[in-house]
């Protein structure tokens, strides 16, 4: 069934079919319209889900993970400054391996105050044991939060899963999609089952409690272990519902890269761009390429290093980051792609970008710039004018 819905409305509408038990949310901006169109679905008797309107992030998190933990789907939204709120949360709710749903639409992280797109916000949970799906459209938006329901409620997971879209370019850009209908999407979740339950008074159990020196270091250890295994439960799930809607999905998306000899890796709205510029590259003969980066945790190394491995022609990479590099020496996905392209013999032109800061454009003619670097490092690997790290768009001097 076709509809015309923005990235927000998009995942209002996948928590609306899949009817969780409890959604607790503070609104931020730009994901504000998410809780919104829940109290009118729930208003309207659309849901019968118990919609809290809490009093800060910390608690919509904290609501959430009391809820899962007590046998009830629940899901929340957020974003920015909304998630360093409930930050404190994220690691608790992995730790306790709580199965919530986190809708993160990303924006630019204060000071300064900016309330307009970058990945600033979803970076900083990188090593918190959510699980991270980034989407590219108002379609894999919808497609991610179905998935990453399941996903998460998987007794070989019991996790929480981020499904992430880019704050305004996709969570108030409104396009025709596919959704399925309400029974199929109830039939693909299943219903929500835990062996514990907080609620269950004849099989009382504790939760939370201090974990001292002699136990930690193996529960943490078990926690990785399910993290890490969630990948191959993922693929699974991801055939399933590729058979239900014949949308297929992969841990990340290739683009004309069979014979590229240049690619750039990027996540989310951004892989729109450089799909047109790629397109109009490869009419001039240019051989160029895209990985698009869907499943960020666990970065699938393994994955990402057998196919760059068996790209023959291929010699320069870029990686693109939507977000300040503190590290000094380059964002968060550069550092993920070139320490796991360490391990190939082969030896790749490899830089890393940072762009869209704030909200500032992601203009075609930047993906060119990117592609000419790649071209002249790999004519001229001398050239001073190009560094390992680089800004596009960035005024003044590079």
């Known amino acids: 069934m076709k509809k015309s819905l923005s990235g927000n409305e998009a995942v209002a509408y996948g928590m609306k079919q899949l ?16 809780p919104e169109k829940i109290s009118e679905y729930v208003n309207n008797g659309e849901m019968d889900t118990e919609f809290i309107n809490v009093e800060s992030e910390h608690s919509a998190m904290a609501a959430s993970i009391g809820a899962s ?26 730790g306790l391996r709580s199965s919530v749903v986190l809708a993160l639409a990303t924006r630019a992280i204060s000071a300064p105050l900016n309330i307009h797109n970058d990945h600033s916000d979803a970076m900083q949970m990188r090593d918190s044991g959510f699980i991270m799906l980034f989407s590219e459209d108002n379609q894999e ?74 136990y930690l270091f193996e529960h943490k250890r078990g926690e990785i272990e399910a993290f890490n295994n969630s990948k191959n439960i993922l693929k699974e799930i991801d055939k399933e519902f590729e058979k239900i809607s014949g949308r297929k999905y992969e841990f990340f998306e290739e683009y004309k890269t069979e014979d590229a000899d240049s690619i750039i890796i990027c996540m989310g709205s951004s892989a729109g761009t450089v799909k047109d510029v790629i397109d109009e590259l490869r ?21 990402i290093l057998d196919t760059i491995s068996k790209k023959e022609n291929l010699k320069n990479i870029a990686v693109l980051d939507k977000t300040m590099p503190f590290s000094g020496f380059g964002g968060p996905l550069y550092l993920d792609v070139s320490s796991s392209i360490y391990d190939l013999d082969k030896r790749y032109n490899l830089i890393g970008y940072t762009y869209g800061i704030g909200g500032r454009d992601f203009k075609p003619e930047y993906v060119n710039e990117v592609f000419e670097d790649l071209e002249k490092i790999d004519e ?4 001073e004018k190009i560094k390992k790290f680089r800004y596009l768009g960035l005024r003044g001097e590079n």
């Open 19 to 34: 009817n969780p038990d409890v959604i607790a949310a503070y609104p931020i901006t730009p994901s504000t319209t998410i």
């Open 141 to 214: 938006v919808y497609d991610n939060l179905i998935i990453a329901t399941k996903l998460a409620e998987d007794k070989r997971v019991l996790l929480p899963v981020a499904a992430i879209q880019d704050g305004y370019i996709i969570s108030h850009k409104e396009t025709n999609m596919e959704v399925l209908d309400d029974d199929i999407v109830k039939s693909f979740a299943g219903e929500y089952k835990r062996d514990i339950n907080l609620l269950d008074k004849k099989n009382p159990v504790t939760i939370g409690t201090i974990d001292l020196p002699p």
């Open 69 to 94: 933990l007590s046998g009830a789907r629940a899901m929340t939204a957020t974003s920015s400054n909304g998630l360093m709120y409930m930050f404190e949360m994220l690691h608790i709710a992995s």
């Open 283 to 303: 009419k001039k003969g240019k051989k160029v390429g895209l990985i698009k980066i869907r499943l960020y945790r666990p970065f699938p190394k393994e994955e």
């Open 380 to 383: 001229n690997k001398k050239d």
